[in-house]
C-alpha cells in the first residue's frame, strides 16, 4: 500500500493548458514537499509547505496544502514545454513521527507538448 | 561546482560481481542518504546517515553496505549483485536531521546488472 497516492501518473497536454496533479495519503504528515525530476538528473525542490490549508504560489504554480494536511495539490497555468518532467511529492513527520525520513509518491509524468 | 556529486554515473556488470558508487556533497551539510529509483520511477530510501553515523536502514538485503569516513562522503557498496539491483541509485543530502528541509540529489547512478 502506497502512503502517498499521486494522481494521474501520466498526463500529456498541449502548451497553454492548465492543469492539476493531486497528492494524497490516508497519514497526517507534518509537512510536504513537491519535487521536479527531469530525465537523467535527480529530482529538484520546488516547494515546501507545513501549515494546513497553506497555499504558495511559483510564478505559473500553484501549491497547496490540504487542511487536515492529508494531501496536497500543485496546478499549473499556461503550461509550457519547460514544465515537462516528473513531479514528485514527499511527506515528512508521518503521524507525528520523525521528520528525518521522506515519503515519496510515485510521481506524475507530465508532458507538455508545444 | 556541483553540490552533490556520485560516480559513476553509469554502471554495467554481470550478476554476482561486486561494485561501489562513491558520493561527495560540498554543501556543509550533516545529513545524507542513499535513494533507490526503480523502473518505475517509484525513489524510496535506502540508508540515512547523520554525522557519520547510520539513522535510517530501511528493508535492505545485508549486500548493500554503506560508508561514511566523513561527513561529506557517503559510499554505497553492493556485493552478490543481483538482477533485481538494476535501478537508479541517488545520493541526497540535507542541513540537519530530523528537519523537513531539502533534500539535495546527485544526478543519480544507473546500475545494469546482465
Known amino acids: 500500500t502506497q502512503l502517498l497516492e499521486q494522481s494521474p501518473q501520466f498526463l500529456s497536454i498541449q502548451e497553454g493548458e492548465n492543469l492539476t496533479v493531486y497528492c494524497n495519503s490516508s497519514?497526517?504528515?507534518?509537512?510536504l514537499q513537491w519535487y521536479r525530476q527531469e530525465p537523467g538528473e535527480g529530482p529538484v525542490l520546488l516547494v515546501t509547505?507545513?501549515?494546513?490549508?497553506e497555499v504558495k504560489k511559483l510564478k505559473r504554480l500553484t501549491f497547496q496544502f490540504g487542511d487536515a494536511r492529508k494531501d496536497s495539490s500543485l496546478h499549473i497555468t499556461a503550461a509550457q514545454p519547460g514544465d515537462t518532467g516528473l513531479y514528485l511529492c514527499?511527506?515528512?513527520?508521518?503521524?507525528?513521527?520523525?521528520?528525518?525520513?521522506?515519503?515519496f509518491g510515485k510521481g506524475t509524468k507530465l508532458s507538455v507538448k508545444p | 561546482d556541483t553540490a552533490v556529486s556520485q560516480t559513476p554515473k553509469y554502471l554495467v556488470t554481470q550478476m554476482g560481481n561486486d561494485k561501489s558508487i562513491k558520493c561527495e556533497q560540498n554543501?556543509?551539510?550533516?545529513?545524507m542518504y542513499w535513494y533507490k529509483q526503480d523502473s518505475k520511477k517509484f525513489l524510496k530510501i535506502m540508508f540515512s546517515?547523520?554525522?557519520?553515523?547510520?539513522?535510517i536502514n530501511e528493508t535492505v538485503p545485508n549486500r548493500f553496505s554503506p560508508k561514511s569516513p566523513d561527513k561529506a562522503h557517503l559510499n554505497l557498496h553492493i556485493n552478490s549483485l543481483e538482477l533485481g539491483d538494476s535501478a537508479v541509485y541517488f545520493c541526497?543530502?540535507?542541513?540537519?536531521?530530523?528537519?523537513?528541509?531539502?533534500?539535495?540529489f546527485g544526478e543519480g547512478s544507473r546500475l545494469t546488472v546482465l
Open positions: 554543501l556543509g551539510h550533516d545529513t
Open positions: 497519514s497526517v504528515f507534518s509537512s
Open positions: 541526497a543530502s540535507s542541513q540537519l536531521w530530523g528537519r523537513a528541509g531539502e533534500l539535495f
Open positions: 546517515y547523520n554525522n557519520k553515523e547510520l539513522i
Open positions: 514527499a511527506g515528512a513527520g508521518k503521524n507525528g513521527g520523525s521528520q528525518g525520513n521522506l515519503i
Open positions: 509547505v507545513v501549515t494546513g490549508g
